[in-house]
């Protein structure tokens, strides 16, 4: 989160570890992503820089080793996207693997995760053998991150090393065969949409899972689908509405669910919230098994959306970066077959009150 400042390198003749290396000692708290983006590679290739020194190559065989996660004991696992980093501190438990899905329903790490998207995995122990930093870290093709496992203090290191041992690659190249990200295609014009269809659709919703199937059955972006599908659905407010939600539910103790993900992983922490905390741009969640940084000036529009289910309405706050790209989604805390908290509801009604977009707003 922090700014990286140049480091003096002489530049193109020393290699890209010997970069990193210098930037490292130089800031000791410099993150891997916002080195890469400095160097002008990927995060993943940055990574792989360090292989033969603190990093290992693993084979990509992501269905076994999410089995073996378990057995590091207590971890904090990370899931981010452009604007938002989400952290849960627990135990990988209740895996359910599928071909191309993966699941972990644990009380504390609750992830849904796909697996088409996992191209490059890597074991870092960045500081050494005795008192290093252990991580799991996996990317896609282009060599974004897509998930993190990093062990703690009473985490299971053996297991660790057991499972490093077991799924080293016979690979162990620092280059990787990353391809370009391309931009996402620009949604179609709203005229060509079928509105009516697409509300039509959306109020026979029986299920919140049903949502992105129906964006992709009317070939419409998200948040296009919000703007056209009637303000009784989805209401815009203001992009303050983040800082808003987590400081009253933080107040009022009110049960929230937090979904942060990308296109390989969503993290998703349901409970209370309780320490809110601003820093420069960042907006904060620093709890004991949960924290949450949101760049909160990268929110260019918020929504409270209403979906129907067969439990009843399900609320809602949407949040979207300026190229329509999901940043988080809140829910309240429910589980299927429950209907929504009337506390969540009230709170989201309490939002439009509160944080109103102005109607000469776009």
């Known amino acids: 989160m922090s700014q990286l400042h140049s480091v003096d390198s002489s530049s193109e ?6 970069r990193w290396r210098a930037l490292r000692q130089a800031q000791p708290r410099a993150r891997a992503r916002d080195a890469a983006e400095q160097f002008g590679v990927s995060e993943a ?8 020194d603190d990093v290992v190559r693993l084979d990509n065989r992501v269905g076994e080793i999410l089995s073996r996660l378990e057995s590091l004991g207590p971890v904090m696992a990370l899931t981010r996207n452009e604007s938002a980093v989400h952290e849960k501190r627990g135990v990988y438990q209740q895996l359910e693997l599928h071909s191309s899905r993966a699941l972990f329903l644990g009380e504390d ?6 697996l088409s998207h996992w191209r490059f995995a890597f074991a870092s122990q960045e500081g050494g053998a005795s008192n290093g930093k252990r991580s799991l870290q996996f990317f896609d093709d282009t060599g974004t991150a897509i998930h993190k496992v990093f062990l703690e203090e009473d985490s299971h290191v053996a297991a660790f090393e057991r499972l490093v041992a077991e799924f080293a690659s016979g690979e162990q190249s620092p280059l990787l065969p990353v391809v370009r990200r391309e931009p996402p295609a620009p949604p179609r014009p709203d005229i060509t949409v079928d509105v009516q269809g697409l509300r039509g659709a959306w109020l026979a919703l029986r299920d919140t899972h049903e949502f992105f199937g129906m964006l992709q ?13 009637g303000a009784d659905l989805a209401l815009p407010v203001e992009p303050g509405a983040l800082t808003w939600v987590l400081e009253q539910a933080a107040a009022s103790q009110v049960p929230i669910m937090v979904f942060v993900g990308n296109r390989g992983a969503i993290q998703i922490h349901t409970g209370p919230v309780q320490k809110v905390r601003p820093t420069g741009p960042w907006m904060n969640v620093l709890d004991h098994g949960f924290n949450l940084h949101v760049r909160a000036d990268h929110i260019a529009t918020a929504w409270i959306v209403r979906k129907p289910t067969i439990d009843g ?19 309240g805390k429910r589980k299927p077959g429950q209907p929504e908290a009337p506390a969540w509801r009230a709170l989201t009604e309490q939002l439009t009150r509160a944080l109103p977009l102005p109607e000469e707003s776009p």
């Open 13 to 18: 003749s020393l290699s890209l570890r010997e």
């Open 45 to 52: 290739e940055l990574l792989a820089s360090g292989v033969g």
């Open 217 to 229: 059955r009317f070939e419409v972006a998200r948040v296009q689908a919000l703007r056209l599908v």
């Open 109 to 114: 790490i609750d992830l849904r995760l796909f």
């Open 313 to 331: 309405v399900v609320t809602s706050v949407e949040l979207f970066d300026s190229a329509g790209e999901t940043i988080a989604l809140l829910f």
